[in-house]
């Protein structure tokens, strides 16, 4: 719901683009920051030098999602902004040499590349300054229901609408829905549009089944935003995300652990522990504190190394791409974090390439994209650190 999280989180708009571990409030290692005035959004010119552990970091895997990138926006036109908005980042044509160069590095030549190609900003603004992390789950899935796998992934239903209210605040030349969300989800009622249910009052025929999972299974897919499914006869196929029903993502898990009827702490295995021992029933009613719902489309896998497509349309790189809020950074936008993982420091280039209803909280709050499978999930589990951040532009770009 990283994506669903993420609108999407996955096109990965998730609903929450979240790890579902507890939030820590310890100070990242080696990224303590001088006391500064509050802003809302700036970008404060830097040298590499500033950025710490850039002369260690593995960038590899940022090249790698930066090309995708710069093959997703290819047929775009060169003057248009970068795709998803964002406060910087001039247009298609700036990221033309950059791109072009992007081609021919090799193995080992990442650094030089990027530091040949672009000029680091340090990122400061209001709002949550925090790292988290998502993954692409494989879950066991069946055709038909049964008594296990009882849960279904439905498609985008026909009646559900989304306004665009960027275009209407343009349109009527209006600046309280400038500050509106850029976009709404509803349901068409008579003539009017209307929220649209909420997931404990939707109903079987809002969306078509076309697979089922174990209640948690899809609670967790619709977190993550999309997902693998493993079929009997060996078969796999991807949900991806293809809408959610608007409402902001509240984390069932910690709705149960808060009421005191989850022991051992918010995580899946605890979760799928509990389910299974209080029957159906009662996992509909704890999924049901959780408003937010995400719709799927059943998709091929073609590329079993990379993971599902983003926000940005473009295939997610593990370890590569972060899902940011598109309100400050655009689609493409490559920036660097310094944080925190298990007592770690947690320093990682990545390619802006989704986002999610968590992560729309400001420039400074991103989910890292782990990876597919359970190790990822085990792993992205494990995230969430406070965080400083940069962003890296071509050079000459202006940042204003």
């Known amino acids: 719901m990283r994506r669903a999280l993420l609108l999407v989180c996955t096109g990965l708009a998730i609903a929450g683009c979240a790890s579902t571990s507890e939030t820590t409030t310890r100070p990242p290692t080696g990224v303590t920051e001088p006391s500064q005035p509050a802003v809302e959004f700036a970008l404060q010119p830097a040298r590499f030098g500033d950025v710490p552990g850039w002369a260690s970091a593995d960038l590899s895997p940022a090249l790698t999602a930066f090309r995708r990138a710069c093959d997703g926006r290819r047929q775009r036109d060169p003057t248009a902004a970068l795709p998803g908005g964002g406060r910087y980042g001039g247009t298609v044509a700036d990221w033309a040499p950059a791109c072009t160069a992007a081609q021919s590095v090799t193995p080992g030549g990442e650094r030089a590349f990027f530091e040949a190609n672009f000029q680091p900003y340090q990122v400061r603004g209001e709002g949550e300054a925090r790292i ?13 229901p049964d008594p296990v796998y009882s849960a279904p992934l439905l498609t985008k239903p026909s009646d559900m609408v989304t306004v665009d209210i960027a275009a209407f605040a343009e349109a009527y030349d ?25 997931r404990g009052e939707l109903t079987p025929y809002q969306g078509q089944a076309f697979a089922y999972a174990h209640p948690v299974d899809v609670y967790n897919l619709q977190i993550q935003g999309s997902g693998r499914l493993s079929f009997p006869d060996g078969t796999q196929a991807r949900a991806a995300f293809a809408s959610q029903n608007g409402y902001r993502w509240r984390s069932a898990l910690g709705a149960l652990r808060d009421s005191g ?100 909280r400001g420039p400074l709050r ?35």
């Open 174 to 198: 209006n600046e309280a829905l400038r500050g509106a969300p850029r976009a709404l989800t509803g349901q068409i009622n008579g003539t009017q549009v209307r929220p649209y249910p909420k």
């Open 366 to 400: 991103g989910d890292v994209f782990w990876g597919s499978g359970p190790e990822a999930g085990r792993a992205a589990e494990g995230m969430n650190a406070p965080a400083r951040w940069w962003t890296l532009l071509p050079r000459g770009i202006p940042i204003s």
């Open 132 to 144: 988290t992390a998502y993954y692409e789950p494989i879950i066991e899935a069946r055709r038909f």
């Open 261 to 360: 009827r989850l022991q051992g702490g918010a995580t899946w295995q605890n979760f799928r522990a509990w389910s299974d021992q209080n029957g159906a029933a009662a996992t509909q009613e704890a999924l049901s504190a959780d408003p937010s719902y995400v719709f799927f489309q059943e998709e091929q896998i073609t590329d079993y190394a990379a993971g599902p497509r983003g926000a940005a349309g473009v295939p997610l790189t593990p370890m590569g791409s972060i899902a940011v809020d598109p309100a400050y950074h655009p689609y493409g936008a490559v920036v660097f974090v310094a944080g925190e993982y298990q007592g770690q420091v947690f320093q990682r280039l990545l390619v802006a390439q989704d986002t999610g209803g968590a992560i729309r």
